[in-house]
């Protein structure tokens, strides 16, 4: 019976990407050749993010891939490690259930609304996967509490894109022995199924907690382990439920979001991406950059900078690069002469590279939460983009001289052999740039163009990718890490809507004119505190959480705003690497087998290269806005 339930997860998650990708497709053949649109594509398409993201979440919960801050892998292994898996899955299945009475009861109201999505299609359908999704995943949090599994793979990524290989390696003894009880710890577990179901009953007893207690509550299952939207939801469910308001509140946000018309193209690049790194692309552009650039001094660390930048471009900050690429590019540079510490550096900083490129999904989220054209945002982060990565490549050419790497004679035929064989996925990024910016597709369409490409490129061009066996693997892989991905900001944006209500952008704004009198001081400030965020955040809830809340005040201190923009995910781009919880630290720990700490001390030089990057992007505006000057936006 669970297998059959996750094979129709797993066809049906897959089945509903599919049409996303299919239908925009089908809407630009019929706007070209028909002049008209196809009716309710939008919308459907739309819809079907939502079912895609909840889908995908509760694949997720599944698997043991759900988000969590990586503090709790620092818990001693026994029974300390016990009790913090248990107090991390029953609060999340406190909040999971919460979360879905509300989404019952907005799904309910439209049901008597008797609203239509489009093509006949009620709304209250489209919902359902709401409640149906954050029932599965209180229900999968409470089994996987008896796993061995679930604290490893928190340890071995503490994020969603492990593989199958990730899970054997925790399954095989990141634990000290078996639990004792398993029955046990799964109901204790419930205890939190029950909690929530109290409180749905009796939100009185929320309503009357102090708010101190609350929150001690919830810092304490975030530091044991709990997944980010448990957290981010199950603080907005309290924030809400104790003014007496109810919980449909947040989910009536996170419908919101998930239907806005140009998220789609989040989980489209997504796809892209994952096509590209199922198949042999990697090698290919290796290759191609190798051959062009290996003669330079630190040739090698070149290429592995560009590579990175490339890749991150289409898979965002979900660890895709370095778990695709690290297997590729950590023994080439060992190979090649480079230190083992700078190689283990370089490629943990360079699995968030590319980030501000376009179409990096971190972009097109910004572009929608701060109501901004995604046009402009692309174009902003072209050069910002291209200084990281030039100032990481320059560190490379420096450790090449010192170490006296080995480098790569240029030959005219190889590099272009190598480029005519890359050819393909070389013209990627030039495929979304014309797409978008000659008016042929919007940025949801240039996605789905982009997937499609992707796919036709690998599976009939190269035949990397098996239709039969590869393809709904890929496809399952991405709607797991698209899930992990969406439903935090799914539940993030209830609690700025929160934030919002109770005026916060507005006392902030007062404050800071108040204390801070000089624009030079605030952009200081503001780098500050992103990267306080981008050390207790993940970059996706951040970018929804924060970013209404420092626009009003770029606004007030004569911020362009696709600058703050920049420096808004040029910060969090950091925070990747911050020490002891970076995501990148742990995918990188993983990856390579090396304790966290030496990760984190081979990533430094590399963070603070950074940091200067980010200190120069911010101060010099000209980097962001002059191309969109010369373009005249």
Not at 117 to 146: D, K, M, N, Y
Not at 248 to 264: D, H, Q, R, W
Not at 542 to 557: D, E, N, R
């Amino acid at each position: 019976m669970i297998r059959r339930l996750a094979i129709v997860e797993d066809l049906t998650g897959s089945l509903a990407l599919l049409v996303m990708a299919v239908l925009p497709i089908a809407e630009i053949v019929s706007r070209r050749f028909f002049g008209r649109g196809i009716p309710a594509s939008g919308p459907v398409v739309q819809h079907l993010t939502l079912w895609v993201g909840f889908l995908g979440a509760a694949i997720a919960a599944r698997e043991g891939k759900l988000l969590a801050l990586a503090t709790g892998t620092f818990i001693p292994q026994g029974l300390w490690r016990r009790a913090a898996d248990i107090v991390a899955a029953a609060f999340g299945a406190c909040s999971a259930i919460v979360l879905a009475w509300g989404g019952w009861q907005m799904a309910a109201i439209e049901r008597e609304a008797g609203t239509n999505i489009g093509a006949g299609i009620p709304t209250w359908i489209a919902q359902i996967v709401l409640p149906i999704s954050f029932a599965i995943i209180a229900a999968r949090l409470v089994w996987r509490t008896s796993s061995a599994s679930l604290s490893g793979e928190r340890s071995a990524s503490g994020s969603a894109p492990a593989s199958a290989e990730a899970r054997s390696a925790s399954e095989g003894g990141s634990l000290s022995g078996e639990r004792a009880s398993p029955w046990l710890d799964r109901s204790l577990a419930a205890l939190g199924i029950l909690a929530g179901i109290l409180f749905i009953r009796a939100p009185s007893l929320i309503e009357g907690a102090p708010l101190p207690l609350g929150f001690a509550i919830i810092v304490a299952a975030a530091v044991a382990g709990t997944p980010l939207f448990a957290i981010l939801g199950g603080t907005a469910a309290f924030l809400f439920m104790h003014e007496g308001t109810t919980p449909a509140t947040i989910l009536i946000e996170t419908y919101s979001l998930s239907v806005s018309p140009t998220l789609p193209a989040i989980p489209l690049f997504t796809l892209a991406g994952f096509l590209l790194a199922e198949g042999r692309a990697s090698e290919r552009l290796l290759r191609v950059f190798r051959a062009w650039f290996g003669w330079i001094p630190g040739g090698t660390a070149v290429v592995c900078a560009v590579l990175c930048s490339f890749f991150t471009v289409f898979t965002g900050g979900s660890g895709v690069t370095i778990l695709a690429l690290g297997g590729v590019l950590f023994p080439a540079l060992i190979k090649d002469g480079y230190r083992e510490r700078f190689s283990l550096g370089l490629l943990t900083a360079s699995g968030s590279l590319g980030l501000l490129l376009p179409p990096a999904l971190p972009l097109i989220l910004y572009a929608v939460v701060a109501q901004i054209p995604i046009e402009d945002i692309f174009i902003g982060g072209i050069l910002p983009g291209i200084l990281l990565t030039a100032m990481v490549a320059a560190w490379g050419v420096r450790e090449g001289i010192v170490s006296g790497a080995g480098r790569y004679s240029f030959r005219a035929g190889e590099a272009l052999a190598s480029a005519w064989a890359a050819k393909w996925e070389l013209a990627m990024p030039a495929l979304v740039l014309v797409a978008m910016f000659s008016g042929l597709a919007t940025a949801v369409e240039a996605s789905a163009l982009t997937a499609l490409y992707a796919l036709v490129v690998q599976a009939a061009i190269h035949r990397d990718l098996s239709l039969r066996r590869d393809l709904l693997r890929a496809f399952t892989e991405c709607v797991t890490v698209i899930g992990g991905v969406l439903i935090i900001l799914g539940v993030a944006v209830g609690l700025t809507n929160y934030l919002v209500g109770a005026q916060l952008p507005a006392k902030l704004l007062e404050w800071a004119r108040g204390h801070i009198t000089s624009r030079l001081m605030f952009l200081l400030v503001l780098n500050l505190f992103l990267l306080a965020v981008g050390w207790l955040m993940e970059i996706f809830a951040a970018i929804v959480v924060v970013v209404p809340l420092i626009v009003p005040l770029g606004a007030a201190f004569g911020i362009h705003p696709v600058h703050l923009g920049i420096i808004f995910i040029a910060n969090l781009e950091l925070g990747f690497l911050t020490p002891l919880v970076g995501l990148n630290i742990f995918l990188a720990s993983y990856r390579f087998r090396r304790p966290i700490l030496e990760v984190c001390a081979a990533a430094l030089p590399m963070m603070g290269i950074l940091g200067i990057g980010v200190l120069v992007i911010t101060y010099v505006p000209w980097l962001t806005t002059g191309l969109l000057s010369w373009l005249g936006r």
